[in-house]
């Protein structure tokens, strides 16, 4: 029996916390480049036509050409809590493997070997190695110890408001109870078929069918919940 | 369909995470998955390859086009193959490629015709066809349900993604290619476009096409793959197909219990109800709030103990948590953010660019001045590097460990040090010859000899040199330029005739010792005399 596939990593921490990682794929990644290349593309040229008149200006527009190049990657990872302005847009992050934000030395690395990346044109070699890797690293993210993933917004709780709170007849396991909440949150967009088909499916838990069984599961989430 | 045997978690999650999904199920399923695109997309590929050769060169873009054309069929075997792996079902290339021309069935002339150039979200779509069997109007509404809420767009963005791979692969492709070959200029593939642009070369257009076929060879069933988890996903989503496993998985485990469990869980949870704590025993207790310390604290003093007496009484019933106005609870507050963590980024940002705009005019104006602090910095910073890294260059040699050794007090046990000499050492000598005592001259002289190269003349002497050594590094001096030939000739004279004396008794006359004497004096003695 294979594994289910999910694309999330557990990661475990010492104090026996499980954190779900999920690392992101080579598209979205793609568009986060475009951004900031863009991004930058827009500044580097506004910023040369305020220095392009002198020579002393060109001459101080290449350094700034130069140094903005390697530095904004690894001051934006270092300082924007692993997020360059297109990653941040694209809801990315880079962590270090287990899951730590990244310092210098990780950040400095994986940007450096953008130029392994970059060949033999327009980053082939990392595209290669992404489509090839189970967590879409590139040769910098091999090398550095990194990955890029995707920064999940906080969950919300769930709060069910209509229903009369009931208490479960059984205990349910967390899953099940999570299940149970998320079936009365999606019900709305549910078809109406199909959610008294799923109500018909809880008979176990609710001793009944159709709409008794919908009411019921109704009552108990709200009792779960308030 | 059974949903048990589903291998994906199809939780609802955002749609690029879906897309994802796509790259792990092609992954575990890469063999089959590849071997069927590949045994469809390899002899069309060769067909095309071949009908370039055979077309004029000014129709060469036409087999290109065609390749491209049908690309949207030849994907329809990757969803067959993946359809059947994502619910477990292992199907080898060879029934994907007998099957495949039944799948082709529904919206293929949509496909194939208006919808090729414009809907980069198709993969989306052609499961709807394929794998629910839909048609016409039905299909129609299908594609609205599954395309809502921004699911199209993801989809489009995910084919807009998937051509620029293909695009990235293939000039990497000639690029790797032009690195072979010693036509400058031929590792940058544009301009191989701008000479394929000319139509001059039979191998431009079968180079570009075979290019093509490779990367969209690899990007293909890629793209598919994350349209069909993402296509897969939106399903789960619509129809709740996570929350069905979980409500069947409930289902099954009642069922054990009622079966296997039933008499032993009664007793537990029929013992587990008398023993369970009344829930006023979890009730939190707190401070009361503002408001209620207030109303108490304006009652005053009790006029006498009976009022003090009712006033307790009528606390202790309102402290109840029935009759109280206020509730406790417990929970979670978040600790107070720091202040400078909130602190807008883009006022910031405004003054940056402000301050760079600034200086940009101060810039112009004081180039002069710039330049030569760059220069002065970049000087600074050799300097200091050097300085920083110097252990490094002793070690290579390049740099004298002590530039100047500290000057020998003494060699061999005579002491050199030149304030122990006579101010005018020829002239001591001689008179010391003359009063007879010939060896102490001698001695003197010899000794004078040494210290004058040691401390006037720079020639770093071991410690325990004997005569002869004291000699050997004199000559070596002299072949190295550093002790020049009238010197070295007095040295060595000197040296000979102290030798002879002391060791073998053997004594010069006079008239030798007061050459000798003359030239230390004119030769030896004098820093500057040699020209």
Redesign the interface.
Known sequence: MTSILDGRLELLTPEGVSLALTPAGPARRAMAWAVDTFLWLISISMLMGILGGSQAGRGIMLLVLFVSYWGYPILFEVYGKGMTLGKRWMGLQVVRADGLPVGWRESVLRNLLLVADFLPFLYGVGLFCMLLDGRFRRLGDLVAGTMVIYRDPPAKPARIEDGQPQPLPFPLTPDEQRALLDFVGRAPRLSDERRLELADLAEPLTKGIGHASLAKLLNFAAGLTR | MKLEH????LR???Y??A???G???L??NAATTYAAWWALWGPLALAMLALTALLPLDWNWVPMMLIWWVKPLVERIVIYVLSRAVFGEAVSWREAVRAWPGQLSGGWFRVLTWWRPIMLGRGLYQPIWQLEGARGAFAKQRRQALGRRGAYGAAS??GV??A??EF??E??????LG?FISDPGAAN?FTLFAMNAKNENFWYPLLMLATYALAAG?IGP?YVA?CFTLYLNRRA????W???L??????ER??R??KTLASV?FVT?AGLCFIAPAPQAWAVECEPPAHVARMLKARGEPQDAEQARIRAQVDEIYAREELRSYECKQGWVPKKKDEVANKETAPFWKSVFDV??AL?DL??SA??L??LL?IMAAAALVFWLLYRYRHVLEKMGLLRKKALPELPQEIAGLDIRPETLPDDVAAAVWQAWQAGEQRAALALLYRASISRLAHRHGIALPKGATEGECLQTAQAALRAMRLNEARYRVVKSVTEVWQAAAYADRWPDGEKVRALCKHWQADLDQVEAAS
């Open positions: 589903l291998q994906l978690d609802p999650r955002p690029w995470q897309i994802d999904l790259y792990a199920l992954r575990r963005w995910f993604v998937c620029h791979f990235v692969i000039l990497g492709l000639i690029a790797l690195l593939p690899m890629v994350g989503e619509l129809e709740a996570d929350i069905e979980a409500f069947r998985r409930l289902a009642c069922g219990f009622g869980l949870v760079l705009s940009g810039l112009n180039a002069g710039i330049k760059l």
